[in-house]
């Protein structure tokens, strides 16, 4: 058996199913979140993977568009992948409300969601979207209909598909011979590191380094050839991958940069995990500890960012809202909802990020650059906000 359990993170609910009202408390979907290492392919994922349906369907809240940070990004990759590889035609897996594709000729886009309102989204925006799962299936339907593709990109995506080699295997079978395939999603150097251990919830089926994708990418004909480091969701890998039988395939430096930097880290030995165990319940604990004591000296405290992220925290430390009086969220779909397992009430900034508060968790701590500049007034005022990466402290 070479999967090994190395992390418990209590009972969880469906990070992304904020709820209504009191009403739907009683039959909210649980399951237990526990974290595993596989000795073979290094790979790090959930145990218990929750139905993706369950998951993504047309009632999904979340909108990649809602901070400048991830506009801006989005813009940013689009200008560089439209210079660097002239692609003439494009596929993106996983495009959310086209925050990415927008920055393309609707003429040689194409793209896959499974969530139903964001596929009604970007087909009205003209782009034609495919209102499904990622597959092999699916891309042999998109290869009839519409034909191999020069770019595939997908952005925290890949990361939230279970089944790796059926993802890997569609994408090989869509993309043109001297095509590129581009994914971001959030890195595992990153999470051992920043100690972020709420980078794990349902969605997030995986976390990668590149060892593992090395292995994994391998397995279905594909090479990676470079590695840009971005800023985004507290560090993620921009990952460029290429078919095997491509002539022109050049490893970049930054491929073996990487290797080398997840090897002396140990992202290759069982060892590093559980170690990394041991940070996170000590991080629990220490998260509790200074919580309880900012409202024993009746502080006000609330949340900022109705983050997935900090769904796994709340249910994880068992915070709620006798603690954290509220989140606060731009996402219209997110307010006057409860976040998950917790059930939290969640309101806008407007409502609710006011002169009354005393301390904001950062809850979207991934946007703390975005947020610190947005809130200067909050902490001229006095007011703290609190963090758990990498350590538990108040930001100063
Ligand atoms: P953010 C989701 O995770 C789910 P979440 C998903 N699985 C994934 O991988 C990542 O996104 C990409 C709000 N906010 O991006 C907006 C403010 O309120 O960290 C968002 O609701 N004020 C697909 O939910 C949330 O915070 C602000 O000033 O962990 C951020 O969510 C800013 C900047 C954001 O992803």
Redesign the pocket.
């Known amino acids: 058996m070479s999967t090994i359990e190395f992390l418990d993170l209590s009972k969880q609910p469906i ?2 199913n904020f709820l209504k009202s009191s009403e739907d408390f009683s039959d909210e979907y649980f399951y237990h979140l526990k974290v595993s290492y596989d000795s073979e392919t290094h790979l790090v994922s959930i145990v218990d993977f929750v139905p993706p349906e369950m998951m993504f369907n047309e009632s999904y809240v ?3 568009s ?5 506009r801006n990004h989005f813009k940013n990759v689009a200008k560089s992948l439209k210079e660097d590889l002239t692609p003439s035609k494009v596929l993106e897996i996983g495009s ?1 409300d086209g925050v990415f594709i927008k920055h393309f000729d609707p003429k040689i886009t194409w793209a896959v969601e499974p969530c139903g309102n964001f596929a009604d989204l970007t087909n009205n925006m003209g782009y034609k979207t495919y209102s499904d799962f990622w597959s092999t299936e699916l891309a042999r339907t998109i290869l009839d209909k519409d034909g191999k593709m020069d770019l595939i990109f997908s ?3 890949i ?2 598909i279970q089944d790796l080699k059926d993802t890997f295997d569609a994408v090989s079978l869509l993309l043109n011979d001297d095509g590129t395939f581009v994914f971001e ?2 890195s595992l150097v990153s999470v051992i590191t920043k100690n972020c251990y ?1 980078q794990f ?1 349902d ?2 089926a995986h976390i990668f380094s590149v060892i593992a994708l090395q292995n994994l990418l391998n397995q279905s004909d594909l090479e990676i050839y470079k590695i840009e480091k971005i800023s985004v ?1 507290g560090v993620s890998n921009r990952i460029y991958a290429k078919k095997k039988c491509n002539k022109n395939l050049e490893i970049d430096a930054s491929v073996y940069e990487n290797v080398d930097l997840e090897k002396s880290l140990g992202l290759d030995n069982l060892e590093t995990y559980l170690k990394f165990a041991d940070r996170v319940y000590k991080s629990k604990e220490d998260l509790s500890n200074l919580l309880k004591s900012l409202k024993n000296d009746n502080k006000k405290i609330v949340s ?7 769904v796994t925290i709340f249910n994880f430390c068992e915070i709620d809202s006798t603690i954290i009086e509220y989140v ?4 219209p779909a ?1 307010q006057n909802k409860f976040l998950p397992g917790v059930h939290i009430p969640v309101i806008s ?1 407007e409502d609710g990020f006011n002169d009354s508060v005393d301390v904001a968790f950062l ?2 701590w ?2 703390s650059k ?2 610190l500049e ?1 809130e200067k007034d909050f902490i001229e005022r006095g007011g703290i906000f609190i963090t758990h990466v990498p350590n538990v402290r108040i930001l100063r």
Do not use: L, Q, V, W
């Open positions: 990070a992304n979340y909108h990649s809602m901070s400048h940070t991830m959310n952005a925290n995506c990361c939230h999603d959030p709420d919830y969605e997030h969701h900022y960012g109705a983050t997935c992220k900090s606060t969220d731009t996402t997110r900034p809850g979207a991934n946007f975005e947020i947005k």
